[in-house]
């Protein structure tokens, strides 16, 4: 039973290409699964869905969606922030003009949506490369944002320019609005993440996957041995803003309830959840969700230890988080450029081999 | 001449001096990417810390009054001085120059070799560093900055132009001394990588890092150099947008507002930072008067970054750019 393949015997080609090959991986992951869906919901209150759970799911979805274009595609995107409040206002616009329209479709039509509006602006990508490609995406993020401010018809006409989550539920249990119970919010969002995790996974081993890395790792070689560019980067452009529309509509809809585009889905967002992809390791699944999670976490632990238990006035607790993560982006940069998954390959590497050092 | 015509170029006037302050920021990313391949986003920060370094150095605050006032229970806040601007602006350089070898040592040193996108992580690391630690340091508030600028409508200009065209044109006196400044920072800058010892080293160390180093050149003293430099250029773009509009935490926004004009004026071109800044002023400006009004205004917020998406899409290594020359 320790933690290694050996003795564990494959039989046929499913067994042998599957995602988690090491038995103990296996169970863990089962573990997790079963926890998530089985402990977490009776446990939840909503200080711990609002300040963790549901946060930390929906970024983890755009941080899966951002990973996606940036980690396996090569493509620097600084237009997430934007891309959500695609999904946002798709989400919203069509909660309010069907409202018999069932809450998890219009969830994932505004995810669709997002994906046009995503290869629209991935067209220039063909053209421009690196570091203009980047400041060209946010062109997209300050033109959507603005848009959602002037255009009026985005946000129904209401007085105050803000979109608030009308009341819709699934199956009886009602999933937006303000009476909705944490652990409904939670298990909504937890859906989409293991449905979106799950596609992530097996699209980036796939023929897709495949294609976007060779892009990545030389663009002009991968177009000699016959991987199409314009396939390639678009349908990565489409499934990136694919996950970040969803990501987008989930934040609106079930965290928020309210939004104002400015501040919801501002530059800062798309630079936070750039953060989550580089902390939690380029081009891997499970760093999306370990970047998620340590810049979801991390401001809430700081706020406790330094309001809480230091009782400092909040405006320095905030300033302080500043430098702290600001210094912890530096030192992780110099410490694991690769991120978060990256220890934790280290960490795999080491227990397979275990007791011998090599 | 109709009314029309007159306010369209009042607006391209006024744009063209935006302009020379976009190109100011812009002035400190190409001198840091040249030298070092680093797309440095801290540049806005930069800016804001060096004059939010200023205004305190000249107020006599107490640095980290807050903390301390938090830690100790004290009542501190103030040293009780006026310092004078030109020895602030000194020391607000020194401080600069002190941050630079600080970024050399601790940050950039252990870097080296790195992918670009883990270096320009790193500048938005540090960026969100400085901008929480000069936040601590000298407090959070809106800060008036003067260094005895002058402001406000220009009469001269005013007077001559109505008497011209029986309208007079508002041009701020602050960004005429903007745009001479940055004439004067421009020449010195030039005739410093051009004439001096230390310049022809930074442009070899611009041009190929191995080279450089094979003929004896330090890398790490010219990234001090260069650094120092930026932070200069921060420092003065702090202090003509603080007088401007005050000293805030928008000001690291401008930072942003500089990517449009690099990308249309190529990274590593110095004309380019200031042609750049000159076209994307005066564009946005007057597509603002021009077309702004018909859908809804505040068209400034993007226009210079469509303008700019636009303009790649045709040239994708800006106006100035060196060719991108790409081999297997």
Redesign the interface.
């Known amino acids: 039973m320790l933690y290694r393949e050996a003795g564990d015997f494959k039989t046929s080609y499913a067994e042998d290409s599957q995602t988690f090959p090491i038995v103990i991986d296996r169970v863990g992951y089962y573990v997790v699964l079963a926890i998530a869906f089985g402990v977490i919901p009776f446990l939840i209150n909503d200080y711990w869905a609002n300040a963790v759970f549901v946060p930390l799911l929906i970024y983890a979805i755009a941080t899966l969606g951002l990973n996606i274009l940036t980690g396996y595609c090569g493509q ?1 995107s600084l237009g997430t922030g934007g891309f959500m409040a695609v999904g946002a206002y798709a989400c919203y616009k069509l909660m309010t003009a069907f409202p018999e329209l069932n809450i998890f479709f219009c969830v994932l039509l505004a995810g669709g949506v997002t994906a046009g509006v995503g290869v629209l602006f991935g067209l ?1 990508s063909l ?6 490609l980047a ?2 995406t ?2 997209a993020q ?2 959507l ?2 848009m959602f ?3 009026p018809w985005f946000y129904n006409y209401s007085a105050s320019g803000q979109i608030n989550a009308p009341e819709r539920t699934l199956a009886g249990i009602v999933i937006t609005g303000p009476h909705t119970e944490a652990w409904a919010k939670y298990l909504f969002c937890l859906v989409f993440v293991v449905l979106l995790a799950w596609l992530a996974r097996n699209l980036t081993r796939g023929n897709f996957g495949r294609q976007w890395m060779a892009i990545r790792d ?1 663009d ?2 991968a177009e ?1 041995i016959g991987v199409n560019p314009l396939k390639a980067k678009l349908s990565a452009f489409a499934v990136s803003s694919f996950f970040i529309g969803i990501a987008g509509a989930l934040f609106f809809a079930v965290y928020l309830g309210a939004a104002e585009v400015g501040e919801a889905f501002g ?1 800062q967002k798309s ?1 936070l959840i ?2 989550m992809v ?1 902390i939690g390791g380029l081009g891997s699944i499970f760093g999306s969700f370990a970047g998620a999670a340590f810049l979801v976490l991390m401001p809430v632990i700081l706020k406790n230890v330094l309001v809480g238990m230091l009782g ?2 909040t ?2 607790a905030a ?12 030192t992780f ?2 410490l694991e ?1 690769h991120g978060l998954a990256q220890l934790w390959r280290i960490i795999k590497e080491k227990l397979r081999l275990w007791p011998f050092p090599h | 001449m109709p009314d029309q015509v007159l306010f369209g170029i009042e607006a391209a006037t006024n744009g063209l001096m935006a302009g020379v302050m976009y190109s100011l920021v812009a002035l400190g990313f190409v001198l840091i990417f040249k030298a070092s391949g680093i ?1 440095n986003y801290a540049q806005g920060v930069m800016a804001l810390f060096a004059a939010l370094t200023l205004v305190g150095l000249q107020e006599g605050q107490v640095p980290f009054a ?2 301390i006032n ?1 830690i100790f229970g004290t009542e501190v806040h103030h040293f009780g001085w006026h310092m004078p601007a030109l020895l602030a602006i000194l020391l607000a350089l020194a401080v600069m120059v002190l941050f630079a070898i600080l970024v050399e040592r601790y ?1 950039l040193k ?2 080296v070799n ?5 270096l ?3 500048t ?10 000069g ?2 340091m000298w407090g ?1 508030d809106i800060k008036k900055l003067d260094v005895g600028l002058i402001q406000g409508i220009n009469a001269t200009i005013d007077e001559t132009t109505y008497n011209w065209f029986g309208y007079g044109f508002y041009i701020d006196n602050l960004d005429i001394s903007a745009t001479i400044v940055a004439a004067i920072l421009v020449t010195v800058l030039v005739l410093f990588s051009q004439y001096t010892k230390q310049g022809r080293a930074m442009r070899a160390v611009a041009d190929d890092h191995q080279a450089a180093l094979s003929v004896g050149i330090s890398l790490r003293f010219i990234w001090v150099l260069v650094w120092s430099i930026a932070g200069f250029v921060a420092l003065v773009a702090g202090i003509m947008w603080g007088s401007k509009s005050g000293v805030q935490f928008s000001l690291s926004l401008i930072a ?1 507002k500089a ?2 004009v ?2 249309l004026g190529g ?1 590593t071109s110095i004309p380019g930072a200031i042609v750049g800044g000159l076209i994307i002023g005066m564009g946005e400006k007057l597509f603002e008067f021009a077309i702004g009004p018909m ?5 400034e ?2 226009f210079a ?2 303008l ?2 636009i303009f ?2 045709f040239r ?3 106006l100035f750019g060196e060719k ?1 020359i ?3």
């Open positions: 620097v220039p053209r421009i490369k690196g570091f203009y400041v060209a946010l062109a300050f033109f944002v603005w401010n002037k255009v030389m002009i070689a000699i530059i630079f750039l953060f580089i400092w006035q405006d320095i300033h302080l988080e500043f430098v702290i993560v600001g210094a912890l982006i530096v940069l110099i450029p | 797309f807050h903390l938090a940050v252990h870097l790195q992918e670009p996108i883990i320009f992580m790193a938005i690391g540090l960026a969100y560093f400085m901008e929480g630690f936040d601590l959070s942003l990517l449009p690099l990308m990274f859908i809804g205004g505040a068209t917020n993007w970054y469509m700019a998406l790649l899409v994708p290594q800006g991108i790409e081999r297997v």
